[in-house]
C-alpha cells in the first residue's frame, strides 16, 4: 500500500518534492520507483531505486530530479527541480520487493502503486 502527496502547481523553473508515504511492508529485496503520465502521453518510469543497489533516472530528468527513500520516515521521495511544462502529469510511486536476498532483482513490473499525484508546471 502506498500514498504520494506533494503534487500541485508550479511555474517552469519552480521545485516540488513529492513523497510516497509506504503504509505496507516492503522486503529486504526491493524495487521501488516514480513513474508519471503527462496529457496523451504513456506512462513512463522517471526514477529507479532499488537493492541491486542502483539509482536510475530517464533521460529527461537527469540533473533535476532526485529519488531517494527515507527509512526514517518510512516515504518514497522525488525532488524535483528546474521544472518544464513536460514534466506536467499525473506522479505514481510503485513497489516491488522479495522476502530475504534477490541478487539483480527485475525491476521491470511492480505489484503496488499509489493512487497519483498531479503535477503541473506552467509556463
Known amino acids: 500500500q502506498l500514498a504520494e502527496s506533494g503534487g500541485g502547481s508550479v511555474q517552469a523553473g519552480g521545485s516540488l518534492r513529492l513523497s510516497c508515504a509506504i503504509l505496507?511492508?516492503?522486503?529486504?529485496?526491493?524495487?521501488m520507483a516514480w513513474f508519471r503520465q503527462g496529457p496523451g502521453k504513456e506512462r513512463e518510469r522517471v526514477a529507479l531505486?532499488?537493492?541491486?543497489?542502483?539509482?536510475t533516472y530517464a533521460d529527461s530528468v537527469k540533473g533535476r530530479f532526485t529519488i531517494a527513500r527515507d527509512n526514517a520516515r518510512n516515504t518514497l521521495d522525488l525532488q524535483m527541480n528546474s521544472l518544464e511544462p513536460e514534466d506536467t502529469g499525473m506522479y505514481y510511486c510503485?513497489?516491488?520487493?522479495?522476502?530475504?536476498?534477490?541478487?539483480?532483482?527485475?525491476?521491470?513490473?511492480?505489484?503496488?502503486w499509489g493512487q497519483g499525484t498531479q503535477v503541473t508546471v506552467s509556463s
Open positions: 531505486i532499488n537493492t541491486n543497489p542502483e539509482i
Open positions: 510503485a513497489a516491488r520487493s522479495w522476502a530475504g536476498w534477490v541478487p539483480s532483482a527485475p525491476c521491470g513490473e511492480y505489484n503496488d
Open positions: 505496507g511492508h516492503i522486503y529486504e529485496t526491493y524495487c
